[in-house]
């Protein structure tokens, strides 16, 4: 049975990376070899031939790159796991991460994967798929067969992008194909090839799905939010200079990005730069992006994440009023526990007294 499993899941892995890698060079193919080499020619074909085989040696080595990168786990982390971990036991993080967290679970304990039995920096969730916390998750992707997350979201732009442009010109170039076979009648002494009919249908296709979802990605970019982010809302801490802030049951109103707004859009340049890198070249080219701060081993490693100055204040604020809450009622209990015990020792003395003790 374990076997069994062990193969399923290989190629439900294998199938998605297999049958894309499989579709570009086919589209390749028929686009340099039947179309631009056999049809045209010349300048015009060899133009044709180097611009597609520059757009499938970019695109391919995009996808790649997100499928050998990874997104990037807490588990990858030492520092990260819980030893002898028991579901419900409290435990503070380490305290780079408690120090710079801004984000909690819903019950306002310190985010902890029960599965993974890792600490969860913020903006990361556990995959069933994958079957481990992934850094930044944004999905997971069944044509990557993997998550998409902090370590490989730029090489997945990158790759709709760049696949968008290739679907676009095999689409014009076969469009035309067909329509001068048509429009010439060259189908009552010439066959077709069937090729050109299936190139211009998968293209159109590709292109028509991938406008929708290309505009749609990055418009979360440019937000800087991910997916999940999208649909759920993110609950800030109420104290930050306590990991676990339950005690905000004492008042209804819970700091989330929804009340405050996203801790984590620092504009739209800033958020196009944290993801895609900070200079043309890292913009087009699938390379790894320079990290602007090379000491800030958290911040570079997706486990934690720069912040809106503007939203971080309201934090503070915040923060600051829940902690003299907090105190308060700390002060409250201790002057109520001593206030108890000076009762009980007044009725054991006059109990005493009473019974001539």
Known sequence: ?????????LLASTFPRAFCSGLFL?????????IAFKLYGGIIGLV??????????????????????GPGSPADFTELHILNYVPGMQIKPPHELLNRTVTTSGSGNFRICNKC?????DRSHHCSSCGICILKMDHHCPWFACCIGFKNHKFFVQFLIYTQIYSL?????SGKVLYDFFETKRYKDHYLSLNYVFLTVVSFVTFLSLTFFIGFTLYQ???????IESYESQRYRANLKVADDRYYKFNSRKPTDKSLGNVFDLGWRENFKQVMGNSWYEWLLPIRVVPKRLNDYYLNNGLNY??????????????ELQQRLYEDILDYRRKQKQDQEADLENEYQQS?????V
């Open 169 to 173: 010109l095999a689409l014009l170039v």
């Open 48 to 69: 044709l031939c180097t611009v597609g085989v520059i757009l499938l040696v970019i695109s391919l080595q995009a996808y790649c790159l997100v499928v050998a990168l």
């Open 306 to 319: 720069p912040v809106n100055e503007h939203v971080y204040q309201k934090l503070v604020q915040n923060s």
């Open 221 to 227: 970019l440019f937000r800087n939010k991910t997916t």
């Open 352 to 356: 005493g007294t009473v019974y001539g």
């Open 117 to 121: 039995e890792v600490f969860k920096p």
């Open 1 to 9: 049975m374990y076997y069994i499993k062990r193969c399923c899941c």
């Open 26 to 34: 086919w589209a390749t193919y028929v686009l340099c070899i039947e």
